[in-house]
């Protein structure tokens, strides 16, 4: 759940810049293709894992982790502080708490 929202900000910010130069069809059928590419990713993750021993997921949640953060902090940091200025600090430290708070749910 928690990475489902996260994507949801940086989808709408990238559809926005996409729609500058693109029809909606086309932007459309990109999503569609991101969303079936992604589906049949974590089919292939997970019959993968499932032949793997001693495979507890720690590891997979931790190198998502880390591919989270070093995106945020490559592309969507920079561009949301000089879009969006102060502000935006206090909103990703919120978003950050509310992923850990969902975490907790299991």
Request: proline share 3%; charged share 10%.
């Given at each position: 759940?928690?990475?489902?929202?996260?994507n949801?900000p940086?989808s709408?910010?990238?559809t926005a810049?996409l729609?500058?130069?693109?029809?909606a069809?086309?932007i459309?059928?990109l999503w569609a293709?991101?969303?079936?590419?992604?589906?049949?990713?974590a089919?292939l993750?997970?019959?993968?894992?499932?032949h793997?021993?001693n495979?507890?997921?720690?590891y997979?949640?931790?190198l998502?982790?880390?591919s989270v953060?070093t995106?945020?902090a490559?592309?969507?940091m920079?561009?949301?502080?000089?879009?969006g200025?102060?502000?935006?600090?206090?909103?990703?430290?919120?978003?950050?708490?509310?992923a850990a708070?969902?975490?907790?749910?299991?």
């Amino acid at each position: 759940m928690a990475v489902l929202v996260s994507n949801v900000p940086e989808s709408l910010s990238a559809t926005a810049d996409l729609r500058r130069t693109h029809s909606a069809a086309w932007i459309y059928r990109l999503w569609a293709a991101i969303v079936v590419c992604s589906g049949l990713a974590a089919v292939l993750g997970y019959a993968l894992a499932s032949h793997l021993s001693n495979v507890d997921g720690r590891y997979v949640q931790a190198l998502a982790a880390g591919s989270v953060l070093t995106m945020l902090a490559d592309s969507m940091m920079p561009e949301a502080s000089s879009r969006g200025g102060r502000p935006i600090a206090l909103l990703t430290a919120l978003g950050f708490a509310v992923a850990a708070f969902l975490t907790t749910l299991d």
